[in-house]
């Protein structure tokens, strides 16, 4: 007969590694249904805690795990340089962990699966690039005996630590200067699919409309290239803002080719603004007017932040960072 193992009690409650970890080492830290739950499981299989498992929660390892949903952004490339550099100067070993089960049908279970190869791997932090953040990924990160840091993404829970610019306030001011500028039909365009600091960005364009007694206009298009060009052509047939801030440069860029194939002239005509500053935003022509997104250091401030809190024997209570952002102004907009 096989040995019964941890796995097996975790797979068989549908928690983490960590969870099962905890019940064994540290119960009164684990809700009381669930604890009731995990002991019963533990008793039904017959399982029996050994060294390796007892040690799962307390073993240091000076390793780290970045976990990503995709590798295919460039902003995603550049954040890990700088929390691989961060992370060189601290001692710190990097795990990568890429959620590619199923990429076109992501799922909890899937992210759930995901986590418990993490929390197997016996790393001592987390670092979560994900800006997808729902209340059963907050589950998720609640339920792990790590740290965590949230990395260019912020979430609902002032209890999880994040690093990030301020998504809704680089919005409401990049607003405001349009405005100020006489631009009186600016349009915000973000993707149909959604994600939190995209979320915010349309919260803070919103609140600077507002504000100015001027209509929003919020313009939701797919994240494929095919789909969202077909859309911007739709749009500007018809009709065309002052400004277009667009939420990604990618995004941004295919809307400035649309817009030149239809002899619209920019900046003159329309001015389309980005919010990453990514390598598009250099290959774009017109080149992209862009919020920079630091990402170097966010990546390096994320690392800094887990690092404090691994090894400070104290609550540190600042865990949500905001990094300086900047303006980058290139040939898409008018000076």
């Given at each position: 007969m096989n040995q019964i193992k941890i796995y097996d009690v975790a797979g068989a409650a549908g928690v983490s590694l960590a969870t099962v970890s905890r019940v064994l080492n540290h119960p009164e830290k684990v809700r009381p249904e669930t604890r009731a739950k995990i002991e019963k499981i533990i008793k039904e299989l017959g399982y029996k805690p050994n060294l390796n498992a007892k040690g799962l929660a307390s073993s240091k390892s000076t390793t780290v795990a970045?976990?990503?949903?995709?590798l295919t952004r460039s902003s995603v490339a550049e954040m890990i340089?700088?929390?691989?550099?961060?992370?060189s100067k601290r001692g710190y070993l990097l795990r990568l962990f890429v959620n590619n089960r199923n990429r076109e049908a992501a799922t909890i279970a899937n992210e759930r699966e995901l986590w418990g190869d993490v929390m197997a791997s016996g790393v001592d932090g987390v670092l979560y690039i994900n800006d997808e953040i729902t209340e059963e990924h907050l589950e998720i990160i609640r339920d792990v005996n790590?740290?965590?840091v949230l990395t260019n993404t912020?979430?609902?829970d002032d209890s999880i630590p994040s690093v990030s610019i301020d998504y809704k306030?680089?919005?409401?001011?990049?607003t405001n200067e349009m405005i100020a500028k006489g631009n009186k039909k600016i349009w915000i365009i973000t993707s149909l699919r959604k994600y939190v600091v995209n979320d915010l960005k349309v919260e803070g364009y919103k609140k600077a409309m507002e504000e100015a007694g001027l209509e929003p206009r919020v313009i939701q298009v797919p994240g494929k290239?095919?789909?969202?060009e077909k859309e911007y052509h739709d749009l500007l047939t018809q009709e065309?803002?002052?400004v277009a801030i667009v939420v990604r440069d990618s995004m941004a860029v295919s809307f400035i080719n649309v817009a030149r194939?239809?002899?619209?002239?920019?900046p003159e005509e329309l001015q389309v603004i980005g919010f990453q500053d990514t390598k598009y935003a250099d290959l774009s022509r017109p080149t992209l007017t862009c919020i920079n997104t630091p990402i170097y250091e966010i990546g390096e401030e994320a690392m800094n932040l887990l690092t404090e809190l691994m090894e400070s024997e104290e609550d540190i209570e600042d865990t949500k960072k905001f990094v300086d952002y900047n303006i980058i102004r290139r040939e898409s907009t008018r000076n």
């Open positions: 970045v976990v990503v949903p995709e340089n700088g929390i691989a550099d961060c992370a790590v740290n965590v912020v979430c609902s306030k680089a919005a409401y001011e990049l290239i095919s789909a969202h065309h803002p002052d194939n239809l002899h619209i002239h920019i």
